[in-house]
């Protein structure tokens, strides 16, 4: 009897947790509908205050390339001919469609330059109703000999030597790339990384002129060293002077 009892709580308390995390999951479903209406309403308070970023990053020569040649995942991408071409771009911009939820699109604006002929490069990406993420881009019309995606050969900058691959793809094949548009990383850190603070990796420092700052803090350090030896050296000279001097006296 006692057996059947317990079998018969533990069905009762199945059943009521079941029930409890129904619950659990209705407020959930109602956080998350609460979460994106504030969300939504934020994005569009955000919008003046991006667009007077935008304003201010024009009046900084090579602000863009700066940015991306210094942020670890996206250096990695990057070859010589990649980072010249991205000294041509002027701006760019995250827009996050209205409702948040179904997608995004980055656009990537370039000054007349040698390598194509787009004023506008542009991604976005799309999550429909049921889920399945996709992704499409903007044609680049390259000039002639100048396809930036055809030279998987091209030489890595200091940066890019982090990558594994001995032949890295160029930056701008991400822009045909649309394979896995659930997973694009490289979307995915200007969206999330980049955007909202890129002053950040403008300003990280030089690591080559912060070794070379190093080297001369040493060097200096190693010349004061030297003179304290000598001092030294020339103390120890004085004492053995005076004490010859004493047996003298004697």
Request: glycine share 6%.
């Amino acid at each position: 009897m006692n057996r059947l009892k317990k079998q018969k709580d533990q069905q009762e308390a199945i059943e009521h947790i079941d029930e409890v995390q129904n619950e659990i999951d209705r407020l959930n479903e109602q956080a998350s509908e609460e979460i994106l209406k504030v969300e939504q309403k934020y994005n569009k308070l955000r919008q003046p205050f991006f667009q007077k970023r935008s304003e201010l990053i024009a009046r900084i020569p090579n602000f863009w390339v700066t940015t991306f040649v210094n942020h670890p995942q996206v250096s990695a991408l990057l070859g010589e001919e990649d980072e010249e071409a991205l000294h041509y771009l002027s701006r760019v911009e995250v827009t996050e469609f209205e409702d948040i939820k179904s997608g995004y699109r980055i656009d990537f604006y370039f000054d007349e330059n040698p390598y194509f002929e787009n004023k506008v490069l542009s991604k976005e990406f799309h999550l429909n109703e049921s889920g399945d993420p996709s992704s499409k881009s903007t044609e680049i019309k390259w000039k002639s000999g100048k396809d930036l995606t055809k030279r998987s050969g091209q030489s890595q900058n200091k940066a890019g030597r982090k990558r594994q691959h001995e032949e890295p793809e160029s930056f701008f094949t991400w822009f045909t790339d649309h394979a896995d548009a659930g997973a694009d990383e490289l979307g995915e850190v200007i969206k999330d990384d980049i955007w909202p603070n890129p002053l950040q990796y403008y300003l990280v420092p030089d690591m080559d002129d912060e070794g070379e700052g190093e080297d001369e803090d040493e060097e200096e350090d190693e010349e004061g060293l030297e003179d304290i030896d000598e001092e030294a050296d020339d103390g120890e000279e004085d004492e053995d002077d005076g004490e010859d001097d004493d047996g003298d006296d004697d």
